[in-house]
Structure formats: structure tokens, C-alpha cells
């Protein structure tokens, strides 16, 4: 069997904290884009329903875009936690 360098386990153990940091940052910014994807589709769904179908669609569209938003910033904040 062999032995781990002493210099290489301490090299590991200040770079697990670093990548946690990332793999974190990393998350928080796949998370933002994911809300703004949805976000700018709300958007696009709600000037279509609205140039075809009149105020009462764009009123639901919207309101639904919001709905699934609320959900998405609530689940994520939940996880941050």
C-alpha cells in the first residue's frame, strides 16, 4: 500500500473548500440565468397572447409568468438556506 504525500493531503484539503466556493458561485449563476430564461419566455408568451388575443390573455399570461417565477425564487431560496 502506499502512503499519501503529506504535502499532497494538505494541497487537497485547502483546495475542497476553493471548489466548494465555486461549485456555490457556480450555482447561484446557473440559477439566475434559468430565472431570466424564464423571465424573457414569460415575456414573449405575453406580447404574443397579447397581439392575438386581447388584454384578458395577456393579464393570465402575465400572471402565470409571475406565479411559476414566485415558485422559482421560492425553491431556490429554500435551498440556500
Same mark, same amino acid.
Given at each position: ?19 466548494? +466556493?465555486?461549485?456555490?458561485?457556480? #450555482?447561484?449563476?446557473? $440559477?439566475? %440565468?434559468?430565472?431570466?430564461? &424564464?423571465?424573457? @419566455? =414569460? ?12 388584454? +384578458?390573455?395577456?393579464?393570465?399570461? #402575465?400572471?402565470?409568468? $409571475?406565479? %411559476?417565477?414566485?415558485?422559482? &425564487?421560492?425553491? @431556490? =431560496?429554500?435551498?440556500?438556506?
Amino acid at each position: 500500500m502506499s502512503q499519501r504525500d503529506p504535502r499532497q493531503r494538505q494541497s487537497l484539503e485547502e483546495l475542497l473548500p476553493r471548489l466548494a +466556493a465555486r461549485l456555490r458561485a457556480l #450555482t447561484v449563476a446557473v $440559477a439566475l %440565468l434559468a430565472l431570466a430564461v &424564464l423571465l424573457l @419566455f =414569460a415575456a414573449q408568451y405575453g406580447a404574443l397572447v397579447n397581439f392575438w388575443a386581447g388584454d +384578458a390573455m395577456f393579464f393570465g399570461a #402575465t400572471s402565470i409568468g $409571475a406565479g %411559476l417565477l414566485g415558485f422559482g &425564487l421560492g425553491f @431556490f =431560496a429554500g435551498r440556500w438556506r
